[in-house]
């Protein structure tokens, strides 16, 4: 039959298959019982973890190719790249063949003539002639016979990408110049110290993140009605929103009588306070829109050293305290028991309202870049290095006090990152990033030796200083997830003591504005210690 053709056939068969799974979904009433609901689990494909590696060598060079070679960046020291892929390249090596020569020697042949006889009559004997006597001839042959054949060498190429200077990089680098573990880029006495795994930085909704532009106030300012009120002003009219305060200065004195418990640390906290109700300055502030950070001095306090004598750094040859120019003792950074005495001072800070804690001086004494370390005694019991010290004192800020809801922020020095070691201050970039939400460079260009950054005068370059030494900074963010923002304190004082100064003005506090506005940085402090500000007007 023409109609019963292969196509129709399987047509039926599928009608009548539909019909006996509808019929069997049918209960005995005629009721139709639900089927079965089958999921389908599709396994997500599984991505492979990044693998990172780290420059070895104060230059790395970056090549666009393993094939061309050619130089198209160089990247410092512990950089941190992204690894895309491997190749290894076969090193080609010229065929060398060597040349064998064989000597062979020959005597030359004739053909032999017939023998000429001849008969002497009186003998009658038949005499035969010699043939002539032959010189051997010599050949030389060369041959060429190669080389036996040499193990194949490869160069191990990786190719990789990495951001600097705020743009996306890569190229190849040769693996011998990469590691997987940076710890060995650094001082053995560093282990220990966290790297990688840093806390996410959240945003606390109950307390808003602010592009913070900032200015200090010392406890006196602050206590001060006309000086405060004037400060008031002085963020109405200009861009500045929020104010750093002296909570524990660096002489160790409070602001404010806090909680009784703060004595067991510290039985003279309280000798001398400077604002009397807290809550209503706190309201002053909070009722003009002002972001308060409270700034605690860390390590350098001279009224918790005179209480305990036993914690303070000491000579190793004299046993005195040791004291900078300044004449102020310092504590030694390893006393856990001064950790919870500054915790303690932020938590109470917290409580009142304050929006971020800000730890300064949380760094060792100067010491010539460690060169006094031989003749000094930190009293370190766990024989922790410094910059491990340091991290732990932060992570422990972290733990007690991100569940307040209050931001962190730690003060550094301005060149920490330019410099790939700690300076000898405990103060390393990429270990301090990890456990604070801001990070705030002390970018004072005065601060700087002239030639700094190929700068005559650091100080009469405003805008140059800041750049160069913001750039370097956003590069060591690049080395670790999770890092903090970027919030540099800046210059608004004149630095008369230096050669070749400039005054700093409003000109020269926009040129450094505008530094960081150029990279990307909307955030500043700004520092005077007259607490005097030379900002331009501005209408909000």
Known sequence: ???????????????????????????????????????TIIEEEKIPPKEFLFSTNLKTTVYDSFDTKKSIDTIGKNTRVLVVERKDVEIIKENKTAKKTTTTTKVATTPKKPEKPFLNDDEKVKINFSETKKEPVT???????????????????????????????????????????TF????????????????????FPDNPRVDVKGVYLTVYSASLDKK??????????????????????DGGQLLWKMDDSILKYNPKAFSRVYIKDINAFMKKLKDNNIYTIARIVSFKDPVYAKQNPDKAIIEKKTGKPFMNKDGIIWVSPHDKNLWEYNIAVAKEAAKVGFNEVQFDYVRFPASNGGKLDAYLDYRNP????????????????????????????????????????????GQYWEA?????????????????????????????????????????????NENIDNPAQIRPWIQDFTARWVKGHITYDVNAINAQIKALEDLGIHQYLLWSPSNKYHMEKITK
């Not at 009548?16 to 089927?35: D, F, M, R």
């Not at 060498?153 to 990089?169: A, S």
């Not at 705030?440 to 750049?467: C, F, Q, R, W």
């Open 184 to 203: 060995k880029n650094l001082p053995k006495s560093w282990e220990g110290m966290q790297l990688n795994n840093f806390p996410e930085k959240v945003e």
């Open 382 to 425: 766990e024989n922790d290095s410094k910059p491990v010290t340091i991290q732990k004192y932060l992570k422990y800020a972290w733990e007690e006090l991100t569940p307040l809801h209050v931001y962190i922020n730690a003060d550094i020095y301005g060149q920490i990152g330019t410099f790939k070691d700690d300076m000898g201050l």
């Open 228 to 249: 405060l009120d004037s400060l008031i002003q002085l963020a109405k009219e200009t861009k500045i929103n929020a104010f750093v305060i002296d909570v524990k200065d």
């Open 432 to 476: 301090i990033s990890g456990y604070v939400h801001y990070v705030s460079p002390m970018m004072y260009p005065s601060h700087y030796i002239n030639g700094a950054y190929g700068l005559p005068v650091p100080d009469a370059e405003p805008y140059k200083t800041i750049y160069y030494c913001t750039l370097d900074s956003i590069n060591r």
């Open 1 to 39: 039959m023409k109609f019963f053709n292969k196509k129709n056939f399987f047509s039926i068969i599928s009608i009548i298959a539909i019909s006996l799974t509808v019929v069997s979904c049918k209960s005995s009433n005629g009721e139709t019982i639900p089927t079965e609901k089958v999921e």
């Open 139 to 181: 050949t030389e042959t060369v041959v060429e016979e190669k080389v036996p054949t040499e193990p194949k060498e490869y160069e191990h190429w990786v190719h990789v990408k990495y951001r600097k200077n705020l743009k996306e990089r890569d190229g190849w680098i040769l693996e011998k110049y990469l590691i997987s573990d």
